[in-house]
């Protein structure tokens, strides 16, 4: 796994249209070399404005969106078509707005789904779903080109917050109960599976970012800061602003 490597924007505004640029570009790579494309979405503010950024792009029609596979890395248990779900917020944004394959689209379950409001049994149908299109020789997990991240204040990624029962599960998916971030219970990606996608982005804006960012890029531990544990398989790539980057380490500031 490769050194992470940081690109730091202007403003939110920019900082959202460079990655859904970024984004762009590498479903068409991936596209050109394998295809077809794989995608891990996440949620938040600046999540939804890159989406809605994806949209507005002229290139983003020269991407094949019915061999994108989309996936998501975790998700707020809840039922279906909450506001407050990663999905429901992805669709509005940008996944109705696309001629995307409906089966390659793989929502978490929804507390009112097949498996009903056990979030342990949704967490294991979710990685059922991951082995069916697992990529030959790795029975657990698809080929995943890029998976996005937001960075929460406290440090966490996807639903794996600091020093949470999480970091001890070693399944690809795990249920949470009790976040520290409401609602209490989320169904979440692990960090080893997390850690298998060709490229891991973790986005950030905001002054309120600025002490998790610099923490995990100085080398802080993983399950004090779960940030600092995330590694892509070929890229890992910190997309900040410039108020998320204020204690970003000299030793990368000549990345700016």
């Known amino acids: 796994m490769t050194e992470a490597s940081v690109a730091v924007h202007a403003d939110p ?4 249209q460079a990655v859904a640029a970024r984004l762009v570009v590498k479903l068409l790579d991936a596209q050109a070399e394998r295809g077809q494309a794989s995608v891990v979405l ?13 949209g507005q792009l002229p290139a983003r029609d020269a991407v094949d969106w019915s061999r994108v596979d989309v996936w998501w890395g975790d998700e707020r248990f809840l039922p279906a078509g909450d506001p407050d779900r990663n999905e429901t917020q992805a669709r509005a944004a940008l996944l109705d707005t696309v001629p995307l394959d409906p089966a390659r689209v793989h929502p978490m379950p929804a507390s009112d789904g097949p498996a009903g409001d056990d979030p342990e049994a949704a967490a294991a149908g ?9 990529r030959p020789g790795n029975a657990m997990v698809p080929h995943f080109d890029v998976l996005m991240l937001g960075v929460g204040e406290d440090g966490h990624v996807a639903s794996v917050f600091p020093e949470h029962p ?3 599960d070693n399944r690809p ?3 949470v109960r009790g976040s520290p971030k409401p609602p209490p219970v989320r169904t979440t990606l692990t960090l080893p599976t997390i850690n298998t996608a ?29 940030a600092a544990g995330v590694r892509g398989v ?6 900040l602003d410039r108020a998320a980057a204020a204690n970003v380490p000299p030793r990368l500031r000549s990345l700016r």
């Open 234 to 239: 070929s890229r890992t790539l910190w997309l």
């Open 166 to 168: 999480v970091h001890h």
């Open 13 to 16: 505004d920019l900082l959202a």
């Open 126 to 134: 979710y990685a059922r779903e991951l082995a069916a299109a697992a």
């Open 173 to 175: 998916v795990s249920a």
């Open 42 to 54: 996440t949620g938040g503010r600046i999540a939804a404005a890159v989406y809605r950024a994806v």
């Open 198 to 226: 060709e490229e891991v982005w973790l986005i950030a804006a905001g002054a309120d970012k600025a002490r998790a960012v610099g923490m995990a890029l100085a080398g802080a531990g993983p399950v004090q800061l779960p």
